[in-house]
């Protein structure tokens, strides 16, 4: 009975927490269970706190319909994101509004594990802070990290752009915090974040691509992420695009990585004589693109081979895989995408199969640059709304 009482809450609660303010009859007639049921479950929800009443709406010849929804301040969420160049950290109701944000600086060139622990750590002190928000009250942390995660016999992560190799990230950050830990791959909590709220939504078989300094992507399979058999599913910047081509940071060569992830497209740029503006990556892939728009310059030239290899790269995804769509995100990919998404439609038409790519759109991440530390905030929520 407990386990029934338990699968009928978290049936719920979804249906709740997706479809909006809804009544009691609507919830029955959603989910299957019957009236009885709902009342039942709705009155233990709103007795907990965690559902609220907001509303009635007129029924027909009847008494008016009481509206339910998840109460957003019931509780809340921390999303972490473990980037190449930073630490972001962000507290979230669980209407998902933002309600405070750390961001802390990482040197490109050193990630050390025990500095990406510290900057973790103190971001979630900071958001507390700032938030005005007790330890109680959160349901959990999630973090996206860089790398495959393995979640058994406990969370430790091989990153190898990161020279991580089992990393026990879960018990290094368990000594300096006793809020429950949820920790994932960043392409997967950005295609999770996707999947539910921004433009994955609806899909059941798509592609998030993340692009930032370097290349990697989430794989969803009849609507849930496919992390194959040793969680390392969804290593897209490893691909080969170019035999025998550059060196990539995993030390293999011809990666997409090493030719598309930030880091590479800058390199590239200044090995064909380019000089990149002064300051971070961000700044300088803006410059470079900017650069871009006048034809005959080197930026131009960087661009065009970019967009050659990144759509030919899709044009293999969507023969492969034979996704609905292909979501373009990260603060590059996204840079690349407002300038370039039509290019990269052509170049990947002009690469794959006719009818495939036929039935595939390729579009662009809703949720903008902090889609990773969003999904990563739907780790414990997921935990939350399954009981």
């Known amino acids: ?33 019957s009236p009885a049921s709902v009342s039942n479950v709705m009155r233990e929800l709103i007795d907990d706190g965690i559902v609220a009443e907001v509303g009635s709406v007129d029924s027909d010849g009847g008494r008016p319909r009481v509206l339910l929804r998840v109460n957003p301040e019931y509780g809340y969420v921390i999303g972490v994101d473990v980037g190449e160049t930073r630490v972001q950290v962000e507290l979230f109701d669980l209407g998902m509004t933002e309600r405070a944000k750390a961001d802390f600086p990482l040197d490109p060139r050193q990630h050390d594990a025990e500095a990406v622990v510290a900057a973790i750590l103190a971001g979630i002190s ?15 942390v999630g973090v996206g990290v860089p790398g495959v995660v393995q979640q058994h016999p406990e969370v430790s992560v091989d990153a190898q752009t ?76 490893h691909t080969p695009v170019i035999v025998g081509g550059r060196t990539c940071r995993c030390g293999n060569v011809g990666c997409l990585e090493a030719y598309v992830g930030a880091e590479a497209m800058l390199e590239r740029y200044e090995e064909a004589g380019g000089v990149p503006a002064q300051g971070d990556q961000e700044t300088a892939l803006a410059a470079m693109l900017l650069e ?19 759509g030919a790269s899709l044009g293999g995804l969507i023969n492969l895989l034979n996704p609905e769509r292909i979501i373009l995100g990260g603060w590059a990919g996204l840079l690349l995408g407002e300038r370039y998404l039509e290019a990269l439609r052509e170049t990947a038409r002009r690469h794959s199969l006719t009818h495939p790519f036929s039935t595939t759109s390729i579009e662009l991440c809703r949720l903008g640059p902090d889609a990773v530390a969003l999904g990563a905030a739907t780790l414990p929520l997921e935990r939350f709304l399954n009981g």
Request: avoid cysteine; aromatic fraction near 6%.
């Open 126 to 140: 900071t958001v507390l802070t700032d938030s005005g928000v007790h330890s109680g009250s959160i349901l959990g």
């Open 292 to 310: 871009a728009g006048t034809p005959g310059t080197i930026g131009q030239k960087i661009m065009d081979e970019t967009v050659l290899y990144l």
């Open 162 to 237: 990161f020279g991580w190799r089992d990393v026990p990230l879960e018990r290094l950050l368990r000594a300096g915090t006793d809020l429950p830990l949820r920790i994932d791959n960043g392409a997967n909590t950005m295609g999770q974040a996707e999947l539910w709220f921004g433009s994955g939504r609806g899909a059941q078989n798509a592609i998030i691509g993340l692009i930032g300094s370097g290349v990697g992507a989430a794989i969803i399979s009849h609507g849930s992420a496919d992390r194959g058999s040793t969680a390392s599913a969804g290593e897209w910047g």
């Open 1 to 33: 009975m407990r386990d029934l009482r338990r699968d009928n809450r978290s049936v719920l609660l979804w249906s709740l927490y997706f479809g909006g303010a809804r009544s009691r009859q609507e919830l029955s007639t959603a989910t299957g269970l």
